[in-house]
C-alpha cells in the first residue's frame, strides 16, 4: 500500500489546486498552495517505498 501513496498524494494535490483555485475566497489561494505543498512533501517521502528495478534484476 505504500509504495502508491506517492500518486495518491500527486492526485490529491492536483484535486486541492483545481477546486481550491476555482473557489473565489479570501485567502483561498494561500490554503490552496499550502495544503498542495504539504501534499507534494508527503508525495516526495513517500518515493522511498517504491520498488527499484535495478536492484531486483542484479540480485537475479
Do not use: C, H
Not at 23 to 52: C, E, H, M, N, R
Amino acid at each position: 500500500m505504500k509504495r502508491y501513496l506517492t500518486a495518491i498524494f500527486l492526485g490529491i494535490s492536483a484535486l486541492i489546486l483545481i477546486v481550491g483555485l476555482r473557489i473565489d475566497l479570501q485567502w483561498t489561494g494561500i490554503v490552496t498552495w499550502g495544503l498542495t505543498l504539504i501534499s507534494l512533501l508527503f508525495a516526495a517521502y513517500y518515493t522511498k517505498y517504491i520498488p527499484d528495478e535495478k536492484k531486483n534484476k542484479k540480485r537475479k
